[in-house]
């Protein structure tokens, strides 16, 4: 078999295992995440053998997470992530170091020295970025009140991988490393450079070139434009020594404010639920089942230990923090296993003999099993919940959705319609394809984000999937329809309004089951001729009975055209021929 039909077989095999074990896995209630790490698993070279390196798909896959973090970053307006800083540092920093300390605690009590105690602690502080806001997302509760607690903690945490890396060199025995003493200035100092660098991009440099890219009307220099920016803003941050999490992160935070952050993240989506998926089976691939036959007892002791301890610690930080118990326990099962940084803490501490190899063969099966834990302990503490408090915990939403609308096409119509929802206190979110309506609109204090609303991804990305209403206020016909078309099937929680060019696109627009269509010229004309009636004498209560008629006959045409039928008698009121009945 030649090398490029091998690499095809690789790439077959890995879709393929996903393909058939993640919707099994849904349908049996277990989550997608278990699914990707059994299917990893059953091909990885400690199941069938399809797949004899781990460690390189696991290494690729990474920028799965590294897309995951940029989709929360666009999330996370620098208003609101500063309101988060208690959060961040003082939670955060409370729960890994307590943490830490058990952990350390734990291994002690295993027989192992204080600095393999440490490293293994730490490691298994570290908890999984990728599966806990995968599980946050496949339950809606990112945006939720305890779901920005995890957020927060989880963002403490990649930043602590800087310093745990800098600490392995440091308690290395002499001559096992590299001496750092001299480069740690430079180090330092190389970390804040890149550091301003991505900072000063995003903010003079990044808003700029989208703005080009959108008028070149070319979508694949777009979708290649916002995988530059996430690569490249996570290439920086691991050439400055710092996670390419924090540094996808990061840029994604720069332009949460931007005119184009929904288009970005429907661009990004793709890609990074592919790669998280190919994460997580690589997760599956690394568990090596002859290190856990040969010290079972050791690692099924110590993974049971770890999580009971870590778990309890969450519990106990989170109610002193003043969390509920329902929120403390769900943080505690949620956060309770290793992550994907301790794999990188181990090798680092491997490559400067600061732990053992066998160790290190444990604890990454200790880590792994904590990880593929994890989905069932979720799935079981739901079972176990009292019905009671799910109904609560499960209704917690930010309070500025409750009467939120979104508004496609922000011309002349679409600006006109948005003062009426704006009276009512709405929050709005508002989108258009033309990236100077966008720009214009924000000389007025509108925020109108770039993007394509006839895009499933788009709409969803801009919040179609909790909007009370959808206003279609585009001039584009075909358009206009898909986009009710797409709304009416998948988001069915909101009301769909829609603006008609003519009269077959009402009748299009009726067909794909719109809750309310008008054409734009029917009431501005209807007004007029009132008021032409008026001018040539008629009385007002005459004219208005007329309007009324005129209105009766118009909706009874349609009626009939929407139904298949031919209304011959249009030249009775509006004296057009038949043939014409469709004009505006």
């Given at each position: 078999m030649s090398e490029s039909a091998g690499d095809l077989l690789n790439v077959v095999t890995l879709l393929g295992a996903a393909v058939v074990a993640v919707p099994l896995f849904k349908r049996l209630g277990l989550g997608s995440v278990l699914g990707y790490l059994a299917a990893g698993l059953a091909i990885g070279p400690f199941g069938f053998g399809l797949f004899n390196d781990a460690q390189t798909i696991l290494h690729t896959a990474e920028l799965g997470v590294v897309m995951?973090?940029?989709?929360?970053?666009?999330?996370?307006r620098p208003s609101h992530l500063w309101n988060m800083r208690r959060d961040i540092f003082g939670l955060g920093s409370l729960q890994v170091l307590s943490c830490g300390l058990l952990l350390t605690a734990i291994g002690m009590a295993f027989g192992f020295s204080l600095a393999i105690s440490f490293i293994c602690g730490?490691?298994?502080?570290?908890?999984?970025?990728?599966?806990?806001?995968?599980?946050?997302?496949?339950?809606?509760?990112?945006?939720?009140?305890?779901?920005?607690?995890?957020?927060?903690?989880?963002?403490?945490?990649?930043?602590m991988i800087v310093p745990l890396l800098a600490l392995v060199a440091f308690i290395a025995p002499a001559g096992s490393s590299t001496p750092v003493s001299g480069s740690a200035w430079g180090g330092i100092a190389i970390a804040a450079g890149a550091l301003a660098a991505l900072v000063a991009a995003g903010i003079w440099l990044l808003n700029p070139l989208f703005r080009i890219l959108a008028h070149a009307k070319a979508r694949e220099v777009m979708t290649a434009a916002a995988l530059l920016v996430v690569l490249g803003a996570a290439l920086l941050m691991q050439l400055g020594g710092l996670s390419m999490a924090m540094g996808a992160f990061?840029?994604?935070?720069?332009?949460?404010e931007s005119t184009f952050r929904h288009q970005l993240e429907a661009d990004i989506e793709p890609f990074r639920g592919l790669l998280l998926g190919l994460f997580f089976l690589g997760v599956g691939m690394s568990l090596d089942l002859a290190v856990v036959a040969r010290n079972w007892p050791l690692i099924v002791s110590g993974v049971l230990a770890m999580m009971f301890i870590k778990g309890l610690c969450i519990y106990c930080v989170a109610r002193l923090t003043k969390s509920s118990h329902g929120d403390a326990l769900d943080r505690a099962v949620l956060m309770a296993q290793g992550g994907e940084f301790a794999f990188v803490l181990f090798a680092a501490a491997l490559a400067n003999q600061v732990l053992p190899a066998e160790a290190n063969a444990n604890m990454t099966a200790v880590v792994v099993l904590s990880m593929a834990l994890t989905p069932l302990a979720v799935l079981i503490h739901q079972r176990l919940r009292v019905s009671?408090?799910?109904?609560?915990?499960g209704t917690e939403q930010p309070t500025g959705l409750t009467n939120s609308v979104l508004i496609v096409g922000f011309g002349r119509f679409g600006q006109i319609v948005s003062?009426?929802?704006?009276?009512?206190g709405a929050d709005i979110a508002i989108i258009d394809r033309e990236p100077q309506v966008a720009r214009d609109a924000q000389d007025f204090g509108f925020k109108?984000?770039?993007?394509?609303?006839?895009?499933?991804?788009v709409l969803h990305a801009a919040g179609a999937g909790h909007a009370r209403a959808i206003l279609v206020c585009i001039d584009d016909p075909q358009a206009a329809t898909q986009i009710v078309e797409h709304a009416k099937t998948h988001f069915p929680q909101a009301r769909v309004l829609a603006r008609a060019h003519d009269r077959e696109h009402a009748i299009a627009l009726i067909k794909a089951n719109v809750d309310y269509q008008?054409?734009?010229?029917?009431?501005?004309?209807?007004?007029?001729?009132?008021?032409?009636?008026?001018?040539?004498?008629s009385d007002p209560e005459t004219a208005a009975d007329l309007m009324a008629e005129l209105r009766r006959k118009d909706a009874e045409r349609l009626a009939m055209e929407v139904s298949g039928g031919i209304y011959a008698g249009t030249s009775m009121i509006l004296g057009n021929a038949p043939t014409k009945a469709k004009k505006e």
């Amino acid at each position: 078999m030649s090398e490029s039909a091998g690499d095809l077989l690789n790439v077959v095999t890995l879709l393929g295992a996903a393909v058939v074990a993640v919707p099994l896995f849904k349908r049996l209630g277990l989550g997608s995440v278990l699914g990707y790490l059994a299917a990893g698993l059953a091909i990885g070279p400690f199941g069938f053998g399809l797949f004899n390196d781990a460690q390189t798909i696991l290494h690729t896959a990474e920028l799965g997470v590294v897309m995951f973090l940029f989709i929360i970053g666009l999330e996370m307006r620098p208003s609101h992530l500063w309101n988060m800083r208690r959060d961040i540092f003082g939670l955060g920093s409370l729960q890994v170091l307590s943490c830490g300390l058990l952990l350390t605690a734990i291994g002690m009590a295993f027989g192992f020295s204080l600095a393999i105690s440490f490293i293994c602690g730490m490691g298994f502080v570290l908890t999984s970025t990728a599966i806990v806001m995968q599980l946050l997302g496949e339950r809606g509760d990112i945006a939720s009140p305890r779901g920005q607690k995890i957020v927060a903690v989880l963002l403490f945490e990649d930043l602590m991988i800087v310093p745990l890396l800098a600490l392995v060199a440091f308690i290395a025995p002499a001559g096992s490393s590299t001496p750092v003493s001299g480069s740690a200035w430079g180090g330092i100092a190389i970390a804040a450079g890149a550091l301003a660098a991505l900072v000063a991009a995003g903010i003079w440099l990044l808003n700029p070139l989208f703005r080009i890219l959108a008028h070149a009307k070319a979508r694949e220099v777009m979708t290649a434009a916002a995988l530059l920016v996430v690569l490249g803003a996570a290439l920086l941050m691991q050439l400055g020594g710092l996670s390419m999490a924090m540094g996808a992160f990061l840029a994604g935070v720069l332009l949460s404010e931007s005119t184009f952050r929904h288009q970005l993240e429907a661009d990004i989506e793709p890609f990074r639920g592919l790669l998280l998926g190919l994460f997580f089976l690589g997760v599956g691939m690394s568990l090596d089942l002859a290190v856990v036959a040969r010290n079972w007892p050791l690692i099924v002791s110590g993974v049971l230990a770890m999580m009971f301890i870590k778990g309890l610690c969450i519990y106990c930080v989170a109610r002193l923090t003043k969390s509920s118990h329902g929120d403390a326990l769900d943080r505690a099962v949620l956060m309770a296993q290793g992550g994907e940084f301790a794999f990188v803490l181990f090798a680092a501490a491997l490559a400067n003999q600061v732990l053992p190899a066998e160790a290190n063969a444990n604890m990454t099966a200790v880590v792994v099993l904590s990880m593929a834990l994890t989905p069932l302990a979720v799935l079981i503490h739901q079972r176990l919940r009292v019905s009671s408090d799910a109904s609560l915990d499960g209704t917690e939403q930010p309070t500025g959705l409750t009467n939120s609308v979104l508004i496609v096409g922000f011309g002349r119509f679409g600006q006109i319609v948005s003062q009426h929802v704006l009276a009512m206190g709405a929050d709005i979110a508002i989108i258009d394809r033309e990236p100077q309506v966008a720009r214009d609109a924000q000389d007025f204090g509108f925020k109108v984000y770039y993007g394509d609303g006839a895009r499933m991804d788009v709409l969803h990305a801009a919040g179609a999937g909790h909007a009370r209403a959808i206003l279609v206020c585009i001039d584009d016909p075909q358009a206009a329809t898909q986009i009710v078309e797409h709304a009416k099937t998948h988001f069915p929680q909101a009301r769909v309004l829609a603006r008609a060019h003519d009269r077959e696109h009402a009748i299009a627009l009726i067909k794909a089951n719109v809750d309310y269509q008008i054409r734009v010229t029917l009431e501005s004309a209807m007004s007029f001729g009132h008021e032409a009636m008026l001018a040539l004498g008629s009385d007002p209560e005459t004219a208005a009975d007329l309007m009324a008629e005129l209105r009766r006959k118009d909706a009874e045409r349609l009626a009939m055209e929407v139904s298949g039928g031919i209304y011959a008698g249009t030249s009775m009121i509006l004296g057009n021929a038949p043939t014409k009945a469709k004009k505006e």
